[in-house]
């Protein structure tokens, strides 16, 4: 026995050690069955039939046996890589699932039967949710659920003070925004009997005179289930940073060729969406992407939604909380991953 048969050997016996461990673990499925057997059955050839090494490398053009396990071993290491991705993600699912869960369980739980509910997200934002808050209350608006995903500054505080009446959920662990944003639905389908509910960010950025426009559209077209807004379908110009707006009008030629769903603006953050949407509207993937799944699950499912003009009043405190443009090739990716290989 030479060298190259015992390393293959010792190799065999590793590998069939993590094969039961992983087995009795039950965690042990058919592309992982699939995989070991490769992995066994070619380690037996070149165990006992080493020289089969060099024709391999040959048919590649590959001079040397050494150079082939080299190109083996680095598709194996990637193929064990997206291994651990996909439980890391699964990991973070399952923490998210808990926090939110427990903010569920730990809220009033009221039964809400109300026209409209406005869903606000908030993460350290003490500084502006006050008035903005206010603002909905000052405009006949009561119905307000808020989610205090982990802030770390005093805003739960104020927000209580401010009104008892308005409904606070709190995340124990900051989840992001796609996570605050399923908990306020599965608390409305749990417990809401409302016809639909306004997403509102915190920041103050929206304006609710545009949603006077939302509910007259709605009156008049019962059959469509969600409204999206724009900033691009005034005939006057929206001021927007010149990289910014190359970045959004890319995305909507990267939502079009995935979601096949034409728009003219695609991460919203100002919509309205009824009750019986809301079923078919489960978010999964984490950070600032969720708007692009919210979209791709509109165009799976055939939601009827329709896009209405709406201003932005962008402050200083907006704009310094913008994703960074380079983080619109990390957000691709991982659309694409979640879409086609989760």
Known sequence: MNLL????????VIILIIALDVSKKQKFNALHLLVFLWIWIWLLVFTFFPGILNAIGAVFWIARWADVLVYASIIFLLYFVLL???KHVENKD????????????????????WKEVFIIPSYNEGKVIMSTLKNIIEHGYKNIIVVNDGSKDDSRTRIKKLSEDIIVLNHFKNRGQWAALETWFEYVRRYGKVDYVITFDADGQHSLE?????????HKHEDVEVLLWSRFLWKKKVWIPLTRKIILKLWILFTFFISQINLTDTHNGFRVIKRKALDKIRITIDGMW????????????????KEIPVT??????????????SNAISIALRIIWNKFFR
């Open 312 to 325: 932005i009043k962008y402050t200083d405190y907006s704009l310094a909380k913008w994703q960074s443009s």
């Open 210 to 218: 545009d949603l006077k426009e939302f509910e007259k559209y709605l």
């Open 5 to 12: 048969q015992f390393f293959f050997i010792i190799s065999g």
């Open 84 to 86: 651990l991705l996909s």
């Open 290 to 305: 969720h708007a692009s799944e919210i979209l791709d699950i509109i165009a799976k499912e055939k939601i009827m939604y």
């Open 94 to 113: 399952d923490i998210t699932e808990l926090v939110r869960e427990l903010a569920i369980e730990n809220s009033p739980k009221k039964e809400i039967e």
